[in-house]
C-alpha cells in the first residue's frame, strides 16, 4: 500500500489525470456491464426456466403420455431422457402413488433424487406437481431447474464488454493527448519558471500565460506575486538597514532593561520577605488573642463585629465565620443591656470598666468583668470588648468571707462557752432539785413534810393543777436546748482526734434516706414519705475517706431543708422531688442534693452559710445546721459544699469530697473537730 501512494506521489499531474480519468471510465463499464448481466440472469431465472419447466410437466401430465410412461418403465426412461436434453432442466423424477421412486433422469453432474417424493420443493428452481390418473391413483412430478444463462448469452456479453473497452483505449489515448498538451504543458511552464526564481533568487522573469483557463489565471497571479515580492526585497533591504541599527538600540536597551529586572527582582524578594513576616505575625497575634483565657471581640463604628476570638466562640457558641461582620447585639444577646456603654466609650474615647456582671448565657449564669478599649489608631475608629468569666474567683471569694466568718464564730463560740455554760448547768441543776425536792418518792421530801404536817401528795397535786411541773419541764427543755446551741458553737473551736476511713457512698446515702424517712414527719411541718427521691449513685464511684457520722448529719441537714423547700410551694398538686447523686469527678467525689422546691432569691444564697441566719419563724430553727454543715465539710474534710438555685425553681447543693488526701493535710485530717448535733 506504501509502494502505490509513493508511486502514485511521483506521476505528473498529466498521468494522475489520465489516470483518474480511465479509472472513472472502466468503473462505469464495469458497472454497466454488472447492471446489464445482473437483470438478465434474474429474468431468466424468475421468468424464462419456471415457463419452461411447467411446460414440460404439463405435457408429461398429458394422459396418453402418462398412461404410456406408467405402463413401460423403460418407455417412460427414454421419455424422460428426450426431455431432460433440454439444457435448462437438471433433474426429473416421477413417483408412484406409494411416494417411491418410479422413474428419474439426472442430468450429468446433477445431484440424484431422493428415494421418497418431497412433501414440497426445497429451493426456487424446484417444481412439485401431483397429477391423478384414470384409475384415481396420485402420480407425482419433482423436476429441478438449472437457473444457468446458455453459453450464447456469455459470448454476447463478452463481445459487447471488449467493444467497449477497445472505444475506452482510443477515447483515453485521445483524452492524454489533450491533457498533455492543454494542462501539461502549461504547468511545466509555471514549474520552470518558479525554480528560476527559487534557485537564482530572479524576481524580474515572467511566466506566459497560454490560455485563459485556470492555469492562465495561476500564471497571471504567479507574475503579480513576483512583481510584489520584488517591490517588498527592495523594502526588506531599506528595514533590514534600519533594523540593524535597531538591533544595536535594542542591545543597549536590553542591558538596561537586565539591569532594571535584577533591581526589580531584589524588590520583589524583598517584599515577599516582609509580606511573609508580616504573615508569620499575623499568625502569631491570632495565636495569641485565641490563647488568651478572654472572650476578646473587636467593634467597628457601627458596632459590627471585626475580631472574634476562641474564647468568645466558646462562650456564644458562634463560630469565627459566623460572627465576623455580624451585630455584637445579635451575636451576644447578653451584652445588650451594655450596649451604650460600648457606644459611650467609642464617642468618648475613653475605657469602661464593668465590674461583676451577671450576664445570662447559654451555660447558665456567668459573673464577668467586662473592659471596653477604644482604639487609638485616628484611621481606624472602634474599640475592643475583653470578657473575663469571674464566677469561679467569686465563689472562692464568698468561700474565702465564709470561711472567716467561720473562724470569727469560732473564736466567739470559745469565748462563750464558758460564760453561757455556767448559768445554763446552775439553771438545769436548780430545775431538776425542784422537781427532786417536790416529788413524793424520796424518803428526805416526805420528813420534811411530816414535820411541817403538809401533805406532800397534796402539794403535788397542787403544782399538777397549777402546771408548774409543766413550766419546770418547759424550762428545763429550754436549757437543754440552749446547751445544744452552745455545744453547736463549740464546733467551730474544737479539735478532736478523728480518723477517715473509706465509707461506701451508696450505703450512707441509702442509711441516711432511712433516717430522713423515719425522722421527718408532719408534726414538724411537711410528709417527708410523700416526697419522691431518686437516687443516681456511680456504681464506680470507690468508697470515699470520711468520718461518716458527720458527712451523714450534713446530708441529714440538706434532706430536710429540701423537705421543707418542697412543702413551703403553693401548689395542691405540686409533686416533689429530690434527687441525691453521686459521681466520681477526676480524683473528687461529687455529691448533689437538688430539689424543686420554692428556691432562693440571690440575696439569702450569699447569706445561707452564715450562722444564726435562718429565713424560717422564730423558734422552729437556729440557723447552725448550714453553717455547721458548711465547718464540717470545709475544715473537718477539706472539701468544698457550694448551692446553686432559682426562684420557684429549685436549689441544689453539691459537696466535693477527696478520694485521695494530700499528705500534708493527712495529720490535720486525723485531728477533726468533734461532730455537733444538727439544729434546725
Known sequence: ????????????????????????????????????????????????????????????????????????????????????????????????????????????????????????????????????????????????????????????MTIAIVIILTFITLFGSLATSMIHRIITLPVLHLIRVANTVSIEENYSIRAEKFYHDEIGILARTFNTMLSRIDARDQLLTTARDKAEQASQKAQTLAIETRMSNKQLEQEVHSRKETQHQLTRLQYHLNSIVDSMPSALVAVDEELSVALWNREASVLTGISHDQAMNAYLGEVMPFLVDTLNQVQDALDNKTAVHLERLLLALSAGERYMDMMIYPLTDTDQHGAVIRLDDISRRIQLEEMIVQTEKMMSVGGLAAGMAHEINNPLGAILQSVQNIKRRISPDFPANKKVSEELDVKLELVHDYLEKREIIRFLDNIHSAGVRASQIVSNMLQFSRRESRDMKPTPMANLIAQTLEIAASDFNLKQGFDFMRIAVRQEIDPHLPPVPCIANEIQQVLLNLLKNAAQAINNREDTDWQGQITIKAHKDNDRAIISVEDNGT??????????????????????????????????????????????????????????????????????????????????
Open 1 to 156: 500500500m506504501n509502494g502505490l501512494q509513493d508511486y502514485l506521489s511521483r506521476l505528473s499531474i498529466s498521468h494522475k489525470l489520465v489516470l483518474v480519468m480511465l479509472s472513472v471510465v472502466l468503473g462505469v463499464a464495469i458497472v454497466s456491464c454488472v447492471v446489464l448481466i445482473t437483470p438478465a440472469y434474474l429474468i431468466s431465472k424468475s421468468s424464462f426456466v419456471p415457463a419452461n419447466v411447467q411446460s414440460i410437466s404439463h405435457i408429461l401430465s398429458e394422459p396418453t403420455i402418462l398412461n404410456a410412461l406408467l405402463d413401460d418403465r423403460v418407455e417412460a426412461k427414454n421419455i424422460l431422457r428426450k426431455a431432460n436434453e433440454y439444457s435448462q432442466i437438471s433433474t426429473i423424477s416421477i413417483y408412484d402413488p406409494n411416494q417411491s421412486l418410479y422413474v428419474s433422469s439426472v442430468s450429468e453432474g446433477s445431484p440424484p433424487p431422493p428415494d421418497r417424493a418431497p412433501t414440497r420443493a426445497e429451493t426456487e428452481t424446484d417444481y412439485l406437481k401431483k397429477v391423478s390418473t384414470d384409475a384415481g391413483e396420485t402420480i407425482t412430478f419433482y423436476i429441478q431447474a438449472d437457473p444457468s444463462l446458455p453459453i450464447d448469452f456469455y459470448a454476447s
Open 599 to 680: 428556691g432562693m432569691p440571690e440575696d439569702i444564697r450569699r447569706r445561707i452559710f452564715e450562722p444564726f441566719y435562718t429565713t424560717k419563724d422564730t423558734g422552729s430553727g437556729t440557723g447552725l445546721g448550714l453553717s455547721v454543715s458548711y465547718f464540717i465539710i470545709t475544715n473537718n474534710h477539706h472539701g468544698t459544699i457550694s448551692v446553686s438555685s432559682v426562684l420557684e425553681v429549685g436549689t441544689m447543693f453539691t459537696i466535693g469530697l477527696n478520694l485521695a488526701p494530700p499528705p500534708e493535710a493527712a495529720d490535720h485530717l486525723m485531728s477533726g473537730c468533734n461532730s455537733p448535733s444538727a439544729g434546725a
